[in-house]
């Protein structure tokens, strides 16, 4: 059993640049995080999405995007990265609201 | 919406003392309170969380309790070994909101 599956592991972009992350989960969880983690900011939350078709704002969502078109896989993309993107982002699901958050290992970004 | 506070930000302890992580959250709505413990290189886990119905609850050598009043919750953790140190994360989930949002984390040492 995978659990949550993030891809890639590492990126390096250029300003300017552009890239989806990949998350995946197989426990047929309805809900699926975003975060990304800074040093000394903890986790902070991106978006989310609480079933196939839906996403909703975090408290950092200024130049991310997501889209849950199917139930299994969430993606984040930046459409323009900066330099203030570099950071670790998280993937996480859960069965449901305010329970266990399942994460994945995380996705290293750097924007030079 | 909900903010949480974390302290302190690191923490050094001795093998066999006992360590103790606080946080307060500003949503009185929030009724839910997760620990996560986070080692290198990996994503969080879920260790013991707390519903706001229940004031302490344990498991094994660690126990979490929550104040409503004061709107503060700890982490405790008695007879820490080597294995303890890591990153631990608090988080608060309101009771209306799907989001869980966490703390700033404590970087726990156990020295030897």
């Known amino acids: 059993n995978a659990g949550v599956t993030q891809t890639p592991k590492f990126r390096v972009l250029k300003t300017g640049q552009s890239m989806t992350l990949l998350c995946a989960q197989d426990m047929n969880h309805e809900y699926m995080y975003w975060y990304r983690q800074d040093p000394g900011m903890g986790l902070r939350l991106i978006h989310y999405s609480v079933g196939e078709g839906t996403t909703a704002k975090g408290e950092v969502p200024d130049g991310y995007n997501v889209s849950r078109l199917k139930k299994q896989n969430f993606l984040l993309g930046l459409e323009s990265a900066a330099p203030s993107q570099t950071s670790v982002y998280f993937c996480?699901?859960?069965?449901?609201?305010?329970?266990?958050?399942?994460f994945g290992n995380g996705t290293r970004l750097t924007v030079t | 919406g909900e903010n949480v506070e974390q302290h302190p930000s690191t923490l050094s302890v001795q093998e066999g003392d006992s360590a103790v992580i606080k946080c307060t959250y500003s949503?009185?709505?929030?009724?839910?309170f997760p620990w996560y413990k986070q080692e290198l290189g990996k994503g969080p886990q879920l260790i013991i969380d707390?519903?706001?119905?229940?004031g302490e609850k344990k498991d094994q050598r660690i126990a979490v309790t929550l104040n409503k009043t004061a709107k503060h919750f700890s982490l405790h953790i008695t007879e820490t070994q080597p294995e303890d140190s890591a990153v631990y994360f608090c988080?608060?989930?309101?009771?209306?909101?799907?989001?869980?949002?966490f703390g700033k984390g404590t970087r726990l040492h156990i020295l030897p």
């Open positions: 996480a699901s859960s069965g449901q609201g305010g329970s266990t958050l399942h």
């Open positions: 707390i519903r706001s119905n229940v």
């Open positions: 988080a608060a989930n309101p009771n209306r909101d799907d989001k869980i949002i």
């Open positions: 949503d009185s709505a929030s009724n839910y």
